[in-house]
């Protein structure tokens, strides 16, 4: 497979599953509106946050209203992290690829991206409950990825979209998580507290994981929740099944034994993959809910580099799609 072939398909699992995730960002704090006290419904700026573009929203506004928020990670262009930016990039990566995806996986991405265009124009982030709107945007990305998985042989192609998809969301789920550390900051008396209970379940329904949660692990609690979302095997959100995934296809991509490594992407995931499954929730608290997921964000970045090196960089002076992903 062409090198720019794969830097495309990598990306375009990348940006469909950063759209879906923002959704979920969003949606999990409006859906917290509902249940949180008059005076304290207000808590926009932690999701800037954790995406780490809020020295860019604060050049930008003045202030972290709803509308700022929802606008600057939904429809703000100039954001490049954005959804209707991370939906454009992803359009034009299988735009790029089109022979090497389904024809419904390509009617279907097109159709969300003019969904989100036009939900632009009637500036839905204005109304009063825009959740219609995201909950469209998670189930149309679901519906992408039910008609790939039926669909798509698995080759190399396959594989290099599927570890795109799950390294990104392995740093989400971390993101999601650090909401939660930044949420607490200014109030730390509330911990433990009904409104310290409402968060925590916010953030298992925001990934789709709060009936399996309570399946397993019964109460809600700071620690079974954090185990749940990092370090459990079997839910199909949590950082280490994500990175077991993504894992297993660079395996397949290199053709190298799952058991060692051949490069050094391999190496540096295996040992993330590691470190995560010997890991004790206790020591994870002990060491601190930001510092361990602030250090799980910055592996994966350095992963994501040495995917870069290994299979997609070609020339210092080539100039391609790839030089526009972030």
Not at 25 to 42: S, Y
Not at 260 to 266: C, K, L, R
Request: contains cysteine; proline residues 2%.
């Amino acid at each position: 497979m062409l090198s720019r072939v794969a830097d495309s398909i990598y990306w375009l699992g990348r940006y469909v599953e950063r759209a879906e995730n923002y959704a979920r960002f969003i949606d999990v704090n409006l859906n917290l509106l509902l249940d949180l006290p008059p005076g304290l419904n207000e808590q926009w700026e932690p999701l800037v946050t954790v995406t780490g573009d809020k020295d860019w929203y604060t050049s930008k506004y003045n202030n972290f209203s709803r509308d700022n928020v929802v606008f600057f990670m939904t429809f703000d262009e100039e954001n490049p992290n954005s959804i209707i930016s991370s939906i454009s990039r992803a359009r034009e990566n299988a735009r790029i690829i089109r022979e090497n995806l389904a024809r419904e996986s390509w009617e279907k991405l097109n159709e969300l991206y003019y969904i989100v265009k036009n939900a632009k124009k009637k500036k839905v982030w204005l109304k009063n409950d825009p959740r219609v709107f995201f909950e469209q945007i998670k189930y149309g990305i679901q519906l992408i990825y039910g008609i790939a998985d039926n669909s798509v042989s698995r080759t190399e192609g396959w594989y290099f979209s599927q570890i795109g998809q799950f390294l990104e969301r392995a740093d989400k789920t971390s993101r999601i998580l650090d909401v939660k550390y930044h949420i607490l900051l200014p109030s730390l008396e509330e911990v433990g507290s009904t409104l310290d209970f409402l968060h925590w379940a916010a953030l298992l329904k925001s990934v789709g994981g709060f009936n399996t949660y309570r399946r397993f692990y019964g109460g809600i609690e700071p620690a079974g929740v954090l185990e749940f979302l990092a370090l459990d095997q079997y839910f199909p959100r949590s950082i280490l099944f994500c990175l077991r995934q993504a894992e297993k296809g660079l395996h397949c991509v290199s053709g190298s034994q799952e058991s060692g490594y051949s490069n050094v992407a391999e190496k540096k995931l295996g040992a993330l993959r590691s470190e995560l499954e010997f890991a004790d929730v206790n020591d994870v608290m002990d060491f601190g809910l930001h510092e361990f997921m602030d250090s799980i964000q910055i592996k994966i970045n350095n992963i994501s580099d040495e995917i870069h090196n290994r299979f997609f960089k070609i020339t210092d002076n080539f100039t391609g799609i790839q030089s526009l992903q972030e």
